[in-house]
């Protein structure tokens, strides 16, 4: 359903993100949603695609693509017909796509879109490049919070 909406003519994401390469495409204006897992927080970009003047103003990213209605958030232009009678947010389904987006998922764009990703520049993205699955580079730590890795410890104490 997300992928249905995510290429659909109402949302403008693969106007400017490019998906075709592991590396973000030169000619795109927009960050490579394949680095979303491993640069980004799902929170951070559900406020980003909610307002993304509020955190970066005078971004090219457009606002007022959700509507708030009820108790949750929906697109704001046409929706596709898959998503008659869903009652979720939008933003949370997009958000949740955006962070599965891998190489074989990327596959099924291109083949969805005829091969014809473009980002806004013109250039194709259609090229692909292996990428090894993904694994967390967060490392987990035993410090508490705004302790520094530097941390002499106690006064007094030696190395």
Not at 79 to 90: E, R
């Amino acid at each position: 359903m997300a992928r249905s909406l995510f290429t659909s003519q109402g949302a403008p994401c693969l106007k400017c993100h490019a998906i075709g390469l592991a590396e973000h495409d030169k000619n795109a204006t927009a960050p490579n949603f394949l680095m979303a897992p491993d640069r980004l927080k799902p929170d951070w970009v559900r406020h980003w695609i909610l307002d993304p003047s509020m955190i970066d103003p005078g971004t090219n990213m457009p606002s007022n693509l959700f509507r708030h209605e009820a108790e949750r958030w929906v697109f704001a232009g046409p929706t596709p017909a898959s998503f008659k009678g869903y009652n979720g947010d939008h933003t949370d389904l997009l958000v949740r796509y955006m962070f599965e987006i891998n190489p074989a998922e990327q596959q099924r764009l291109i083949q969805m879109t005829g091969g014809n990703l473009k980002s806004k520049a013109g250039a194709s993205t259609t090229r692909l490049e292996s990428k090894p699955e993904r694994k967390s580079k967060i490392a987990r730590s035993s410090r508490s919070p705004g302790e520094s890795a530097r941390d002499p410890g106690p006064a007094g104490s030696s190395p």
